[in-house]
């Protein structure tokens, strides 16, 4: 009988590297250094895309990070973060700090969802529990040239088709919306997996998406069904809302809204005339300036070229606000580019933030056209989730049809949504809409009082998000243009029927 030899490998092989230089991820956070902030220091083997899964996981439960450093070059990633909690205050409390180092050291793909969903809990001081298995919902994504009044069509349009809107959110920019919503039967609450309904609610939704007059060339409706992919713990309107928003933020850069229409709308040319708009021509320079929220500080972003090393170096200046990190991080990693060091560094409500950038495949950006895309993706980035006008917030007791009658409500009322989410919590649905006025103008608070009258048993809250100082274009407007106004406002109320 031949003897049949085969090679050893011992077990602890696999181990060797983690005995010769540590755990595969360190996390270290440190309250004594600084006395304002959190430092949290972060040491791993490097892959592609952990930095946005680190940032991701302190994102979700609501830190701010005023400084960072990155390097990531090479095998192993090295990250510092100085953050602070939503009151921006240090982090004292020890199930945040524990979370932290747990959520981190455990940052792999089936494992990120649960740690998003479990991340506002810590955030919010609730008592830890593993999340219950999610009810799986049907997930539709839909993308289109946007007009005031879509967003209500949408919901209105649901509501007809027998469906329960569980949760929504919806981003409007340079004339695109992009939206996720997640859906159940309306009689069993149950998933929609039925190829005929399905087939009926997309060309039903695609429809109501195609509607627009004036659509400029190019521009394309998608409703897109991926209720296996979608399988994710949806307790609240933040609970895993990074990873919607990562999607929101792909969704949008699939309509290119980092290029400005061809052909508005009528009311998005108004509001363009009267600067409610980003977007516009761009000059000679790599480097575009935007007013934003009309506070007097502007975007910028700069790309050079670092020979000796082979990196791109992009330097982004804006606003700082929350999750701005998370935007720009996310948007090169769809990109397909690496971040092999970068920092951020923020001041008297300014943001400055440098990236050493690279292809996947190594090499550095070659041509003008891709620095162009890059600047024009990173400002949209920044810009898609900075909202004018007012943001109200309702609560009520849910039922069918919720939202088709809010929105109905604030259309009819000449309110256009830039940004929507919904949500429901246990048997209330929460919602939060940014509002502007369709006609360019600021949004009449009078008329916010009137609706909450309507709108009555319904909780309604207003937080002014971007006052900006009168002008004399504004305050003077002559009878013909409110006249204009009015009856802009009368016609949106609407729907085109195809």
Known sequence: MKKVCWPYFDPEFDKLPERLYGPPCRVCIDNESLDDCTVVKVDSVNKQGLLLEVVQILTDMNLTICKSYISSDAGWFMDVFHVKDEHGNKLTDENVINYIHHAIGTTKPDS?????????????????????????????????TDRPGLFSEISAALADLHCNIIEAHAWSHNARLACVAYISDQSTDTPIDDPGRLAS???????????????????????????????????????????????????MLSVRDFDAP???????????????????????????????????????VRIERWEEKGYSIVNVESRDRRRLMFDTVCTL?????????????????????????????????????????????????????????????????????????????????????????????????????????????????ELVESMKKEMSPIVLQV????????????????????????????SHNFVTIK
């Open 463 to 490: 937080t002014n998000e971007s006052p900006r100082p009168s002008s004399p274009e504004r305050s003077l407007f002559s009878l013909g243009y409110k006249l204009r106004s009015q009856i802009e406002r009368l």
């Open 201 to 251: 609610i997309e060309d039903h939704l695609t429809t109501v998406l195609g509607a627009t007059n004036g659509r400029s060339p190019g521009q394309t409706s998608r409703v897109s069904n991926q209720w296996t992919n979608y399988n994710e713990v949806h307790r609240s309107m933040t609970t895993s809302m990074t990873n919607v928003e990562r999607r929101l933020h792909q969704l």
């Open 262 to 300: 061809l052909l508005l709308p009528k009311a998005y040319a108004n509001a363009t005339a009267l600067g409610l708009e980003s977007g516009g021509e761009d000059h000679d320079h790599r480097e575009r300036d935007h007013q934003d929220q009309g506070i007097g500080i502007k975007t910028t």
């Open 112 to 144: 990120l969802n649960k740690i998003s969903a479990t991340a506002k809990a810590y955030a919010d001081h609730e008592s830890f529990s593993e999340p219950e298995t999610p009810t799986e919902h049907t997930a539709i994504e839909m993308t289109g």
């Open 333 to 445: 990693t769809d990109m397909h580019y690496l971040i092999c060091h970068a920092s951020l560094n923020s001041n008297q409500g300014v943001a400055y933030q440098e990236y050493f950038i690279r292809h996947v495949d190594g090499k550095a950006l070659n041509t003008e056209s891709e620095k162009e895309r890059i600047i024009k993706c990173l400002e949209a980035a920044i810009e898609r989730r900075v909202c004018e006008g007012i943001r109200l917030e309702l609560c009520a007791d849910n039922r069918v049809g919720l939202l088709s009658d809010i929105t109905r409500v604030l259309r009819e009322n000449g309110l256009a949504v830039v940004r929507a989410d919904v949500a429901t919590q246990g048997e209330k649905a929460v919602n939060a809409f940014y509002v502007r006025d369709i006609s360019g103008n600021e949004v009449d608070m």
